[in-house]
C-alpha cells in the first residue's frame, strides 16, 4: 500500500543563520510552505523564491555587514564554492567577485522527503542502474536520497554515497539520517569525484554506488567502469529528457555513446536512408532512465538501449508515464503516440506480409517538389480528383570525380533545374570524368542496372560541366513528357512509379512507424500497387489491397 510523502526539512536551522529580517518574513507557516531558496546578493533586497515566484523579503537592500556576518555562522566553503549546516541538508552557495570576496549567496532549502521511491520502488529490484535526470529544482537529490535509504534499510544492500558536495547527506562528518544505513564518502574536490568512485569500489565492496550529478566525461567513464564490475549505480544527470544525453558529447557514454557507421548499399537503400548513419556504439551504462518533468510526473525508460536506437533513427520513444496522487497512490499508463486517437485496430482479415520480387529499376526516390502526396488515416476515402499540373522535372544529377559544390554552382549560376544527390540510387543521371570511372567499376555497374544514363567529360571545366548538364536535362525533360506507359483510367492520370513509391515512403516514415497508425495511400495502378506493398514488406509492414476497379489503393499497417 502505498503511504503520502512525509517532509522534513530542519528549515529553523537555515532560518538562524540568515539576517534577521529574512527571519521575521519568513516566520510564518505560509511563508515556508513550498519555499525553495533565499537568494542574498550585495546592494539588493533579499529574495525568496518558491516553484512559481519570487517574493522580496523587507525593503532595504543587503550590507556587507549582513551578508558577512552569514558567512560566519555557515560552514567552509570548499572548492565548488558550496558550504552547508552541519547535521542537515541545507546548501548555501556563494558568488565571488574578481578579487575572491562573496558578494552573493544562495541558501537552498534541503529537505528528506520519505516516499518519493514509490515512483520507482518495482525498479529497484532487479539490481539494473538508474538514472535520473531532470532540469534543477525538480527534486533529483531529494529522490536520490531517498532511493540510497531504501537500498540501504529495505533492500539490505551495501550502498555507498559519492557526496562531492555533501549535499545528499548534509554537512558535516555525520551523515543526516536521510540516507539511512548508507555509507557515506567525501570528496576533497570536485575534480576528484571520478577517483573518489572508482576509490569505493575498490576499497569498501560496495552492491550500490550513489552519485549526485555526474557532469564530466572521466566521470562518465568511471561510471562505466563500475558498472563493468557488477555493481549496481543509482546517479542523476542534468537534462531534460534522454534527447539531451544523446546530443551531449561529454555524457553521451552514458546511454552507450553514439558513432557514426558506413551502411552497404544494400542495407542504406532497406533502411531508406543515407549511407553514414549515428548508432549506439555500446550498451549503456545505465540500463533505466527516468525522465523527472515534475516532482510528481516522471517518465520511465525500461529499455534505454531500444529508446535510444528509435530516437537515433528519428521515431519517437514511448516511455511509461508514473504519476503520484495527493494520496500517495501511484498511476501508470503508457505514453500515447500522438494520433492514437484515429489510430482503430486492424481488421482480422489482413492480407500476409508480401514480399514480391524487386525491380531494380523502380527504386523510390525523394519528390522534385517540396509538396508531400496526401497520405490519408484509415477510413478516410480519398477523393478522386483530377491531377494538378506538373512542375518542370528536376534533374537528379550523381557526380564522379567531380566535387558536388562545383556541380551545385553550375547549376545555380544558369538556374538549371538539377539536384545533386550523394548515391547512385537517388540519381537519374551519372556524370563523370573519364579516368574517375575506370577507378569505380561499382558505380558504373550500379547506373547500369538502374538504367541511368552515363555522360563522361575530358575534363571538369566549367563550360564542360554546363553543356553535359543542359544536355541530361533536356533528355530527362522529353522522357517526363512521354513516358512508355499505356493508358490509365482518368483518376490514375500522373500515376508513376516514382510519385507511388515516394508516396509509401512518405506515409511509412511519418504516420506509421511513428506513430503506429494504418495508412491508406492513394488509388494506384497494379504494377505501383504491387511496388508499394514490396516497399512496404522491406519495414517489415503488413499490407492489404481495398476498393474496386479504378478505386483499388493499398493500405499499410503498423508491425
Known sequence: ??????????LD???EVLPQVVQTCLATEAARDQLIEVVLDLGRVPEARYPARAVSLGAEPLGRLELAAVVERVGAFGGDNRAGIECTLHRISAIRNRSGEIVGLTCRVGRSVFGTVAMVRDLLDGGNSLLLMGRPGVGKTTALREIARVLADDLGKRVVVIDTSNEIAGDGDIPHPAIGRARRMQVARPELQHQVMIEAVENHMPEVIVIDEIGTELEAQAARTIAERGVMLVATA???????????????DLVGGIQSVTLGDEEARRRRTQKTVLERAADPTFPLAVEMHSRHRWLVHRDVARTVDLLLRGQSARPEIRELGAGGELRLQESPSP?????????????PLRSPSRSPGLAPRPLSRPETPSIHPVGVEPACSSPAPTAPSLLRLYGVGISRSQLEQVGRARQLAVEVVGSVELADAVLSLRH???RDPHVRRQAQQLGLPILVLKSAAQPQLQRAMERLLERHRQQHADPDSTAVPPCLQGDDAHAGLEECRLAVERVVLPNGQPVELLPRSPRVRLLQAELAGRYRLRTAEFGRGAEQRLRVFPA
Do not use: F, Y
Open 1 to 10: 500500500m502505498n503511504r503520502p510523502q512525509r517532509v522534513t526539512d530542519d
Open 13 to 15: 536551522r537555515l532560518l
Open 238 to 252: 542534468h537534462g531534460n529528457e534522454l534527447t539531451n544525453l544523446i546530443k551531449n558529447p561529454t555524457l553521451c
Open 339 to 351: 494520433s492514437a486517437s484515429l489510430s482503430p485496430s486492424p481488421s482480422p482479415s489482413l492480407s
Open 436 to 438: 574517375e570511372l575506370g
